[in-house]
């Protein structure tokens, strides 16, 4: 039985068959609408993300299944002092598989070794967030029809961003990649990434703090938020956030075919004058989050794509 | 300094200076029965000073963790007088129950009974990492 609490226990041809079958439930959703019939998702949110939540819900009703569970460890057992082992162990008995969020680092994997049905990690603390990275690996995909030969542009906080790190862990397994990491001294990405991840693969990288430097030569801009409570001061916020800030004019160098990303919710980081902008990818990213979602659910319950 | 030569048992030899009262503790050898010297700072051709380990009997140790804590660790195993086995552990895959997690985030923090366990993520530079939370261990 397998379960999906790190980007990294996916191979990259696992990732391009989840890939493959999100894009033929793009293409032919009704294919898809009853593979889950009378099988029930539980989304175990131990902590509140309600977007993400959300787009489980609605893979799991798109696939024909049902969903159960909670929404903040308040309306669960958790607030009575039951562990994670066994409330998984619990609701294996009622549900075929488990989405779960919890604030804690490694909870998921924790429950991964208890439960008898397949989990997915819906993101432990800062630490892993696999389905963020599918939806990110999707729209690349879909955007440039490849993850290899890319230069892929990451903007903002490099260093707390679990979302960067674990894309920057998935594209460095393809040939041809070039990072290009775009951020202020105080949040440049961490030296376990640079030690344990880009030392290890054929990837290149550079790191800046020139937005407008990077722009030209990039195929994707990975746009994060830069939270003011990462700064020491004030005053060093207030001078480097708006240099982290995409605008219209700054995209005036971009390639024509360049792809925006954003792991949303943004705050002022992206302007909301790019959202017309057909490079702007962030509102399809969420979308393919849900399709990804789908190719996941029926990978881990072992169902088969439908016979064309 | 003279200790008493052992007939059955185990030397623990080359265990950096230092070293010997932290091994005694995590191998849990304080709950042996049988005699144990603990010799520090002895003269070494090779070392300098080194911390050696007696024990007198053979008991079943815990080679992963030994590994762990000091591969440059010789161990004798002693059989009526005689040296009859000598070997140096190697690095464990997976340490359990050794060191702590020291990462506040960890679900290990929260939930008191997991075990708390290592793998080697790194030989060449000796790192390990929580299964859990993938912090690195902090050595001393
Ligand atoms: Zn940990």
Do not use: W
């Amino acid at each position: 039985m397998r379960s999906l609490i790190d980007i990294l226990d996916l191979t990259p041809a696992e990732i391009g068959d989840l890939l493959d079958t999100a894009d033929d439930i793009i293409a032919r959703p009704d294919a898809y609408a009853h593979l889950c019939d009378r099988k029930k998702l539980a989304t175990l949110f131990f902590e509140p993300s309600t977007r993400t939540r959300l787009s489980f819900e609605a893979a799991m009703y798109e696939l024909g299944g049902q969903v159960l569970g909670f929404s903040e460890a308040s309306s669960s057992s958790a607030s009575k002092g039951e562990s994670v082992s066994d409330t998984v162990q619990v609701v294996s008995c009622y549900a075929d598989i488990i989405a779960m969020r919890h604030p804690k680092e490694g909870a998921p994997m924790v429950a991964s070794m208890k439960a008898s049905v397949p989990i997915i990690n819906a993101g432990d603390g800062g630490h892993n967030h696999p389905t963020q990275t599918l939806a990110d690996l999707c729209t690349i995909r879909r955007q440039m029809g490849r993850l290899d030969n890319l230069t892929v542009g990451f903007c903002g906080d490099l260093k707390f961003g679990r979302t960067v790190h674990s894309l920057i862990s998935a594209l460095s397994r393809h040939t041809g990649i070039k990072f290009v990491l775009i951020s202020p001294d105080e949040l440049r990405i961490p030296t376990y990434i640079r030690d344990d991840v880009l030392a290890h693969s054929d990837a290149t990288y550079v790191e800046t703090d020139s937005l407008e430097a990077a722009m030209p030569e990039l195929d994707i801009l990975y746009m994060t938020r830069v939270q003011r409570e990462r700064f020491f001061n004030e005053a060093d916020y207030i001078r480097l956030k708006d240099s982290y800030i995409l605008t219209p004019d700054k995209l005036a160098t971009a390639k024509p075919e360049m792809a925006i990303l954003h792991p949303l919710p943004r705050v002022n980081e992206i302007a909301v004058a790019v959202d017309n902008d057909p490079r702007a990818c962030y509102f399809k990213q969420v979308l393919n989050g849900k399709y990804m979602r789908m190719a996941l659910i029926l990978m881990l319950l072992g169902i088969e794509r439908p016979a064309k | 300094m003279i200790i008493d030569e052992i007939h059955n048992g185990i030397v623990i030899d080359h265990i950096r200076a230092g070293g010997a009262m932290e091994l005694y503790r995590i191998l849990g050898l304080e709950e042996l029965s049988c005699s144990v010297a603990i010799i520090k700072n002895a003269t070494s051709s090779k070392m300098g000073k080194k911390d050696i380990i007696k024990i007198d009997e053979v008991i079943d140790l815990d080679l992963d963790v030994l590994g762990y804590v000091d591969p440059g660790i010789t161990v004798n195993i002693i059989r009526e007088g005689e040296r009859v086995q000598k070997f140096k552990p190697t690095l464990p895959e997976r340490v359990t129950n050794v060191i702590k997690c020291k990462n506040p985030r960890c679900i290990t923090t929260t939930e008191q009974e997991l075990d708390h366990i290592f793998k080697l993520t790194d030989r060449e530079n000796r790192v390990y990492r929580c299964i859990y939370c993938d912090s690195p261990a902090k050595r001393k």
